[in-house]
């Protein structure tokens, strides 16, 4: 994967007012033209979509646009366009071309203009990941408080304009007082890819007070832990402790695996026993029927007889009735009432055979009612002998599941228990004794902090390897651009600073300094070549503006060196891209060969400016 990317198109838009565009390209880019035609504008307008939090200068021929687009293009050929009012507030990113982007298209990622190390939904992050610098962090100050890395940050390195370019202060540290370790930081991660994530915060009063005040907490928790612990396992080893839990983890699992195959023939025992239950009280129900039933028949017997009785007396009494043969007095022989009356002897004869014919009747029913009783008799007798069976079967069963199996089963579970327990207490004495040495740890930690708190903190600086081989590079460019009297490019780490050929940069003329400072940035682009991280794409604007001898006061630079500075960076094929705003063009040997945009009035001019008419 590349990481890095290059800038596509500058625009502004307007409800009543034609397009301000400009495209840019691969390669070296100049924008050339006089003062007051809209160059610094469109420094401003870039440095603003990059996170800057102040606005574009209000200039008149900008104040009907009322949007400002920039469109990027990643070293993977991925389309980016960033989109912004031009007073402030957040962008709006695309994941497409400019072109591609239709009229009130919802289709983008609101990006906070304020950097925040916890959120992604940042410009800040958005352009860090396109660079692969998200989640650095920087050093800020002398007790190794540290930050999250801004892409504003980085961009002193990337965007410089006319004012500063002429800096005689450092090419480091141009953010002044207030940001100076943090720019020196920020280049110490640009030149050795190394940020400063590792470094620890120096401890201030407080901060001991409240290490000392923990380091008393722990103690005591220390010493509560080892009270807790049996006196018999004070020396015992973690290791061998953890040895008998595994151990007592096999027995278990024994008397486990032995538990559950009691536990299932306790079920099938259990299983048996309930469906020997559900047959004694079907068999107990149907012997209660049958001995209601036999209950009955016996009741139905004694009434069949009872019948039997009274149809013999009604015959006997129509016997008498017959022929009144049996008293002399005419007098009823049973309730000696005299008998009035003469009874009809057919009636008589009929009253008798229709007994007879009924008591016939009922003792044939009393025959059939006693084949009925042997019968129930012999079912009582064999359900009787069932439940019996069942009864003892049952009992035998109980006994098995209650002194047999069910004993065995205690036991089992007993021993289990046992060693539930017994695992459980080795288990929370490793625990203890794990808790100490963690929090005795932690005291040594904390007592080494304090111990070290009022040492005098040594942070990385940069190293010497990448600091030779960045030298180099700055060298070869100086060279490459012809700077006079080049004999060698070293660092002052006091004044954090270059020297150029013996003589501190500083103190040169502003000419050389402004041509030097944008060589400065041409080289950390060249040295980032072969490196996985970039910076993006180098804006200077009027890095040759003193070449003019009217124009320098005595701290120009030759002209020679000025196309030079031009021709070195066409022919430079380390830098994808190069954006320069000038007042004077490029040598003419270029100028076909490059993207040469001239604003200005003259027939020559491309257009007037960056603003139309």
């Known amino acids: 994967m590349n990481f890095g990317f290059i800038i596509n198109e500058l625009r502004l838009s307007s409800y009543s007012k034609k397009q301000a565009t400009i495209k840019f390209k691969e390669g070296l880019n100049v924008i050339v033209g006089p003062s007051n035609c809209g160059k610094t504008f469109i420094f401003q307008c870039i440095n603003y979509m990059l996170g800057a939090n102040t606005s574009p200068k209000q200039i008149k021929e900008a104040r009907e646009y009322n949007s400002i687009y920039l469109e990027i293009i990643d070293l993977n050929r991925n389309s980016y366009t960033l989109k912004s009012d031009l007073i402030g507030g957040d962008i709006k990113l695309f994941n497409k071309k400019l072109e591609n982007i239709l009229p009130n298209d919802n289709d983008y990622k609101v990006l906070k203009r304020k950097h925040n190390e916890y959120k992604e939904d940042t410009i800040s992050f958005f352009l860090l990941k396109l660079n692969n610098l998200q989640g650095k962090r920087i050093r800020k100050n002398a007790s190794g408080k540290?930050?999250?890395?801004?892409?504003?940050?980085?961009?002193?390195?990337?965007?410089?304009?006319?004012?500063?370019?002429?800096?005689?202060?450092?090419?480091?540290?141009?953010?002044?007082?207030?940001?100076?370790?943090?720019?020196?930081?920020?280049?110490?991660?640009?030149?050795?890819?190394?940020?400063?994530?590792?470094?620890?915060?120096?401890?201030?009063?407080?901060?001991?007070?409240?290490r000392k005040g923990r380091v008393e907490v722990l103690n005591d928790l220390i010493k509560d832990l080892n009270e807790e612990i049996p006196t018999e396992y004070h020396n015992a080893n973690t290791e061998i402790l953890e040895e008998q839990i595994g151990k007592i983890d096999t027995n278990f699992k024994s008397f486990n695996d032995n538990f559950i195959k009691l536990q299932k023939e306790f079920n099938s025992k259990e299983q048996i026993r309930y469906s020997l239950t559900s047959k004694l009280d079907k068999h107990k129900s149907k012997f209660k029927i049958l001995e209601e039933l036999f209950e009955r028949s016996n009741i139905l017997e004694e009434q069949y007889s009872t019948d039997i009785n009274r149809l013999k007396s009604t015959i006997e009494a129509s016997i008498l009735l017959k022929d009144n043969s049996h008293s002399n007095d005419k007098n009823c022989p049973l309730c000696k009432n005299k008998i009035t009356e003469n009874c009809d002897e057919t009636e008589i004869n009929n009253i008798i055979l229709s007994c007879e014919s009924e008591i016939h009747k009922i003792e044939k029913l009393i025959l059939e009612l006693k084949s009925s009783q042997i019968l129930m008799k012999n079912d009582i007798s064999i359900l009787e002998k069932k439940v019996s069976d069942l009864n003892n079967q049952i009992k035998k069963i109980d006994i098995e599941l209650e002194k047999g199996i069910g004993n065995e089963m205690n036991n089992v579970y007993k021993i289990t228990q046992d060693l539930i327990i017994k695992r459980n207490n080795l288990k929370h004495i490793v625990k203890l004794k794990k808790d100490i040495k963690k929090y005795s740890g932690k005291t040594i930690e904390l007592?080494?902090?304090?111990?070290?708190?009022?040492?005098?903190?040594?942070?990385?600086?940069i190293d010497d390897s990448s600091m030779t081989k960045f030298l180099d590079n700055f060298k070869n460019v100086l060279k490459g651009?012809?700077?006079?009297?080049?004999?060698?490019v070293n660092y002052n780490s006091n004044t954090v600073d270059f020297s150029i050929s013996g003589e501190n940069r500083g103190l040169s003329g502003k000419g050389v300094r402004a041509i030097i400072y944008a060589s400065f940035i041409i080289a950390i682009q060249e040295y980032l070549q072969n490196k996985s991280y970039k910076l993006s794409v180098p804006i200077l604007d009027s890095p040759l503006v003193t070449y003019k001898k009217p124009e320098a006061n005595g701290e120009g630079i030759p002209e020679d060196m000025a196309m030079d500075f031009y021709r070195y960076i066409y022919n430079s094929t380390k830098v994808k891209q190069t954006i320069i705003l000038e007042n004077e063009e490029p040598p003419k040997d270029i100028i076909s060969k490059i993207n040469y945009i001239k604003f200005g009035s003259s027939t020559n001019s491309l257009r007037k400016g960056f603003i139309p008419n």
């Open 146 to 210: 540290t930050k999250s890395l801004s892409y504003r940050d980085l961009i002193n390195f990337i965007l410089v304009n006319e004012k500063e370019i002429i800096t005689e202060d450092s090419l480091i540290q141009t953010r002044g007082k207030t940001n100076q370790t943090i720019d020196l930081n920020t280049f110490k991660l640009i030149i050795s890819g190394k940020d400063d994530g590792d470094v620890i915060q120096k401890l201030d009063k407080q901060q001991i007070n409240n």
């Open 447 to 461: 007592n080494n902090d304090i111990k070290t708190a009022n040492q005098k903190k040594k942070y990385d600086s």
């Open 481 to 488: 651009i012809n700077l006079p009297n080049l004999s060698s």
